[in-house]
Structure formats: C-alpha cells, structure tokens
C-alpha cells in the first residue's frame, strides 16, 4: 500500500486540527497516516513558526520596535518570608541593608503600590533603583535600559564572563532578614524614601489631636473640615502599627516630632489616653 504524502494544505490542516484538541491518533485516522508521520508533522510546523518568529524579532530589531534583548526573573524566596514578618505587623514598607560589589544600600520593600518593587537607595549618595517584583517574588530586569541601570548603579563590568545577574540575585536573596525588625532606624529609613504625610516630620509620636474634642470646642466650624488626614493614618500604620490599631477608628491625629517628647514613651508603650486633646 503506497504511503501517503502530506502536503503543505495537508500540513496546516493538522496544525489547527492540532490546536482544537485532536489527538495525534485522529489526526492520524483522518489523514490515512501514522502517529508518527503526525509527529514528525507537528514538529516541522512548530520549526516553521520558530523560524518565521525569529525572522520578525530580527526585523523589530532592525526597525526598533520594542525587541528586547535581556530579561531576566528570578524567585527571591527569602522575600516570602520578611514579607510575612511585614503582614504580621500590619505593614507595607519594609526596609534592610544590602552591600554588593561595595556598594551600601537601603533597600526598600514597597508592597503599597499595586506593582511591588524593591528600592535600592545608596548610602550617602542618594542614588536610586527600582526594581519590579512579580508574583511569586521574582526579581525583575527587563529590556536593556533597565539592564543599563543596574548595572550603572552597582558599578558591574559589562565584558563576556564579568557578571551573572543570577549569582547577583543569589547574593541579594541571602541578605533578605527573615523578620522586618522595625524601630528607629527602619522608620527613618522609611521616611527618607517617602514621607507619606507632608504635613507631618520627624518619626517620634508626640501628641494627639482629638478632632472630635476641637469640633464641639469650635462649633462655628464646619463638619467637613478639620479631621484626620489618610496620610497621617498611613504613616502612623507604617511606623506604628499598635498605635495605628488603636486609634484607626478614632478622629485623632497622631502629632510626629524630630525628636521624642514627654508622651512619646507612653504612646509608644500604649500607656497613653488616645482620647486627650494634646495639642
């Protein structure tokens, strides 16, 4: 019995059959042929389309649309961790140190945002990375620009064989701590990469306002105005997340200073009359 041959219609009749959910052995029945036949079928039209890919990202690399030539993701899997340590305490900015190639960072994690990014800020210089976060904590450097970036900021030699963002990434991964310590030095840090409430400075919990309280004592006032800022309710959550629980329901400002004052111990503590009108 002579074997039949398949043609190019043929070929591109299987390719759909293929991606509707036909099995190799329908396939196989409809065209009179072998499984394998219908293999090795599927693997020529699987080169075909890789060859006619490469064919058009040479040509976006010729005309410049948007062909990129590095990326690179891979899972930091200490991230989980420290940000479990951060839900814990009902935060969303963490920070931690990071030295690479001698350079001393600040690293800022910021899951506020709806795109997670880490924050590289250096040491006395002020110069900043971002980095983007996927789901599943990956790393993320994509297109040359952004490699151009990185590797600008930490100083990396850029000749075959200098550097391999893995063993980066390894190395970024081992110096995640397991828990967010928070304290002063963290808020500082915090605050130095965002503010949060530009009303607000300083990092020490000083007094209160209790909005309620200035209300009745200003009856003239009008009930739309004079409360409690959502940048000041964020701020508290970040530096002071038990303060923040026991005041999030309350018309009461937290007052921040430079430094710590009379009450910031006992606010600090919890030993402090969240209702006082401490202006």
């Not at 036949?37 to 948007?66: C, F, P, W, Y």
Request: glycine content about 8%.
């Amino acid at each position: 019995m002579a074997r039949r041959v398949l043609k190019n219609d043929d070929l591109r009749d299987i390719s759909v059959m293929y991606h509707k959910g036909y099995t190799q052995q329908e396939i196989a029945e409809k065209y009179g042929v072998s499984q394998s036949t219908v293999s090795n079928a599927m693997h020529h039209m699987q080169n075909m389309e890789l060859v006619s890919e490469i064919r058009r990202l040479r040509e976006d690399l010729r005309k410049g649309d948007g062909y990129m030539s590095f990326e690179y993701k891979g899972e930091l899997g200490s991230l989980a961790g420290f940000y479990a340590s951060m839900r814990q305490q009902n935060i969303q900015i963490g920070t931690f140190d990071h030295e690479y190639n001698h350079v001393d960072s600040c690293v800022i994690f910021d899951t506020s945002v709806d795109e997670w990014r880490l924050v590289f800020i250096k040491r006395a210089v002020g110069d900043t990375l971002i980095v983007p976060i996927e789901v599943g904590y990956r790393f993320s450097i994509v297109g040359d620009e952004k490699y151009k970036e990185f590797v600008d900021y930490f100083g990396i030699g850029h000749g075959r064989g200098e550097f391999h963002i893995a063993e980066f990434k390894e190395n970024l991964n081992g110096q995640i701590p397991g828990t967010y310590q928070l304290n002063d030095r963290a808020r500082e840090q915090v605050m130095r990469y965002n503010r949060i409430d530009p009303d607000s400075e300083g990092i020490y919990p000083i007094g209160t306002i209790n909005w309620q309280l200035q209300h009745a004592l200003h009856p003239e006032w009008p009930d739309d105005k004079y409360h409690r800022s959502a940048e000041n309710l964020r701020k508290t959550r970040q530096l002071y997340p038990a303060i923040y629980a026991a005041t999030r329901n309350m018309d009461v400002t937290i007052r921040y200073g430079v430094d710590p004052g009379e009450n910031t111990d006992n606010m600090v503590n919890g030993n402090y009359a969240w209702q006082d009108d401490n202006v």
